[in-house]
């Protein structure tokens, strides 16, 4: 798999900025991506030493319109904690 298919795309929240101080990195990666795969597109994208990756696969909620029930897609999160001393320039200002 290559690295820009494993990262989906960064997750901003109030929680995920205040790991950003800790150097701690917030992401929605592919489903099968493993943690080494991880690591690896992380710092080939971005530039950066990576010291941990912690996953976690995420459940679909469900979503109703009216009488139709159904399921948004199950999809996997992933914290990156960097080097001290290191930052991604893309989460900065955010």
Do not use: C
Not at 50 to 63: A, D, E, N, Q, Y
């Amino acid at each position: 798999m290559e690295s820009s298919e494993v990262l989906v795309r960064p997750i901003i929240t109030e929680k995920s900025n205040e790991q950003m101080a800790l150097g701690k990195y917030t992401f929605r990666v592919a489903l099968t991506a493993n943690k080494p795969e991880i690591k690896r597109a992380v710092e080939e994208i971005f530039k950066v030493n990576v010291l941990s990756v912690h996953t976690m696969r995420m459940r679909g909620k469900l979503r109703r319109q009216g009488v139709t029930k159904g399921f948004r897609a199950d999809w996997k999160k992933a914290i990156v904690q960097l080097k001290p001393g290191q930052s991604i320039q893309l989460f900065e200002g955010v």
